[in-house]
């Protein structure tokens, strides 16, 4: 098992920027690696960035890219999501999830899932 716990939400002005944190505890060395989803409302789960174990290998949405930066503590199995020049778009419930599958941007390669954090951007 592994518990997920996200931390940083809240809200936020347009262009500005915000850090989540989700902190993995549990059997993480079963995991290959970990990512962030969001949600909003009336939308299906969104992919938004992922990073192996490690550090070595990252991915992004293609809607996040250049301004979402993944980064991750191995030490204290901690992944941050660095969210800059926010959007209203970027408005939804970011979930932090554990990859036990091979497919980075599907949520079905995600065994374990946190609680999720509201982000709010508003214009």
């Known amino acids: 098992q592994v518990q997920l716990l996200e931390s940083g939400g809240g809200l936020v002005q347009a262009g500005g920027s915000r850090r989540l944190s989700c902190a993995a505890s549990?059997?993480?060395?079963?995991?290959?690696?970990m990512a962030w989803f969001r949600q909003a409302p009336g939308k299906e789960r969104e992919f938004v960035a992922g990073?192996?174990?490690?550090?070595?290998?990252?991915n992004y949405g293609d809607s996040v890219k250049g301004r979402f930066t993944i980064s991750s503590d191995s030490a204290k199995d901690t992944v941050f999501l660095q969210m800059n020049s926010l959007k209203p778009e970027d408005t939804a419930v970011y979930y932090c999830?554990?990859?036990?599958?091979?497919?980075?941007?599907?949520?079905?390669?995600?065994?374990?899932w946190g609680q999720g954090t509201q982000v709010t951007v508003s214009s």
């Open positions: 990073i192996s174990w490690g550090g070595s290998t990252t």
């Open positions: 999830a554990a990859r036990t599958g091979l497919r980075v941007y599907s949520p079905g390669s995600y065994e374990y």
């Open positions: 549990g059997r993480t060395f079963g995991s290959y690696g």
